[in-house]
């Protein structure tokens, strides 16, 4: 019995690399976001630098871009509170989409 002939979905393209084919599958899935913003955690102490990282953890991010961040006494979240706009500037960059930034005080 001869086997059938393969079809490609894409009977014009070329074969891509594991890496380029998980960064089309994931964007194309909607996923391309989420890890960006999950990067922020991973990239915290380089984004905001060591005084706040000393006094701060990054918990979570809610799927409307809402950045969860325990902070070591209620007054360095507020603080932290008037310099949101600054933080927020650096957590942007790359394309993440980092929509607000809650502080949360005691850790």
Known sequence: MDALPRKSRRPDSTPVGIGEAVDGYLTRAGLDDRLKQAGVIADWADLVGPGIAKVTEPESIAKDGTLFVRVATAAWAQEL??????V??????DGRKIRKIVWRAGR
């Open 88 to 93: 927020l500037t650096k957590l942007r960059a």
């Open 81 to 86: 509170q008037m310099q949101t706009p600054m």
